[in-house]
């Protein structure tokens, strides 16, 4: 059984959801007006491991992340660099996919994007208006917060005291209430607009995430997740708009993730303490980032320093070596038919032990960091075991492979695994022959030199003699 911790009633929580064997999930994903940094991959690789560990679990997960392509923060870059919004949405939306793929985050069911929505957020507008939570005043749209007597539940504060600090403007003399805040915001001098029937402008920021959700999953998640920063004013706001709408519950498990802090300082772009995953990638495998934000339960913070990711790759290549030794020996071992020694019982149920062990971590509230002191534990004992035993056993060396497939495929790791064994190999081997043919030169073995030359060439690789070593290279075809 599944707990999750809901931030919606601040308990620990059976997981049940509305349709058996189906999570209706939705993520509020990036505003594309810039690249993707460690604060949005710490949460999506987070959430990228639960979805997965779900989908390990048999649940089929329909996920819908959003990319936020006009808003306040994607205009000021526009117009910053002097090029349209949809330009600038294009080009960090090809980024963001290319870092995604990048971090093997798994695409999303629908990534729906907020300016190819805007017909149907003028429509859920148009409802709220009707019955009364919302009202135009000079061309904006404002949500009557007071209208909504739940406000204020999921961030756990009173009316009274939630003020729209640095997301609205409190003076705005449009507004009823200061806490108000804007469904539709009036057209403004070089800014991108929409006709309404309030005449031309824009949806506020808050409306996509409600409208998109509702389109794509209908009117109440099983989970809506999010970082922590998004928990007030924007997850109240969807709350506010999507329930006054609906009449029903907006999501039944509210997920939230911790920050990422370099120095102990929030990671977010507008303080310019940020790494670019793109930047990280260079120093360090897709494997030693996920690694090193899996090791930290998703809702606790985690504190980026050089160390620590330096840490996390040594780890990752361990880690790596046990997995690879393991799959070695499973795909050559084929003893099955001799008894089982006292190593191979005694690593059947270590195996056993392992997968319980794993499960009941990750059902609790997806305590990766649990998960992964498991899977470093087991790796150190099927190592012990490829160590010791006299005669390594097939079919137990392939449960163990198994084992570790389930692990990496819920911890999204090592995915390329198959290329990264075959080009290895073709790679030591290819330089063993080359080796082997610099001796027949040395000999002046013409026959036995050429020979290894020309069969290489048959099998796809070309040899260039130079005169400090030689080069070679695989063919086009
Ligand atoms: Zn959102």
């Known amino acids: 059984m599944i707990k999750i911790y809901s931030t919606l009633t601040r308990l620990l929580e059976e997981f049940k959801t509305i349709k058996p064997g189906v999570v209706k999930w939705y993520n509020c994903g990036p505003t594309v007006n810039g690249l993707m940094h460690l604060g949005h991959a710490r949460s999506a690789i987070a959430f990228d491991t639960i979805r997965r560990y779900l989908e390990y679990k048999k649940y089929k997960v329909v ?11 994607m205009i000021e870059v526009a117009n910053k660099e002097k090029r349209a919004v949809l330009e600038v949405a294009e080009e960090y939306l090809n980024y963001f996919r290319r870092d995604m793929a990048n971090l093997n985050l798994k695409t999303a069911t629908v990534h729906p994007r907020a300016m190819l929505h805007i017909n149907q957020m003028i429509e859920f507008i148009e409802g709220l208006i009707e019955k009364g939570y919302a009202y135009e005043s000079n061309g904006d749209v404002y949500f009557d917060v007071r209208k909504f007597e739940e406000y204020g539940k ?27 805040f804007a469904l539709w915001k009036n057209e403004k001098p070089g800014e991108p607009s ?24 209908g009117d ?46 929030k990671m977010s772009k507008s303080l310019g303490n940020f790494v670019n995953i ?7 495998s897709t494997d030693a980032v996920r690694l090193f934000v899996l090791q930290t339960h998703y809702r606790s913070p985690i504190i980026f320093t050089e160390d620590a990711i330096d840490q996390a790759q040594i780890t990752s290549d361990r880690l790596f070596d046990v997995i690879l ?55 150190r004992e099927v190592n012990d075991y490829l160590r010791k035993a006299d005669q390594i056993n097939g079919a ?64 796809g690789v070309t040899l260039e003699d130079n005169p400090k070593r030689i080069l070679w290279k695989l063919s086009e075809n």
């Open 396 to 459: 137990v060396i392939n449960k163990a492979d198994e084992l570790f497939n389930e692990f990496r495929s819920v911890f999204g790791l090592y995915e390329d695994f198959n290329s990264y064994l075959s080009m290895d190999l073709v790679e030591k081997l290819v330089k063993l022959l080359v080796e082997i043919r610099g001796e027949y030169r040395k000999e002046k073995n013409w026959e036995m030199s050429d020979k290894i030359r020309d069969e290489l060439k048959h099998a």
């Open 63 to 73: 996920y819908v992340m959003n990319f936020t392509d006009i808003e306040d923060r």
């Open 220 to 265: 109440t998640l099983d989970i809506h997740s999010g970082g922590q920063d998004l928990i007030f004013p924007h997850h109240e706001n969807e709350i506010a708009q999507s329930e006054s709408l609906t009449g029903k519950p907006f999501a039944n498990y509210w997920l939230h993730n911790g920050y990422i802090n370099i120095d102990k300082e």
């Open 278 to 284: 793109v930047d990280l990638l260079q120093h360090y």
């Open 194 to 217: 929409w006709s309404s029937p309030w005449g031309k402008g824009r949806p506020g920021w808050n409306l996509e995430c409600s409208c998109m959700s509702r389109i794509y999953l």
């Open 154 to 180: 999921l961030s756990n504060q009173k009316l009274e005291n939630v003020l729209q600090e640095g997301t609205e403007d409190t003076k705005n003399p449009n507004k009823r209430f200061p806490a108000d």
């Open 325 to 379: 030794l393991t799959k070695n020996y499973a795909t050559e071992t084929t003893v099955n038919k001799s008894a089982l020694s006292d190593l191979d019982k005694e690593l059947l149920e270590k195996i056993t032990k392992a997968r319980e062990d794993f499960v009941k971590a990750m059902d609790e509230d997806f305590n990766t960091s649990n998960g992964f002191a498991v899977v470093f534990d087991y790796s």
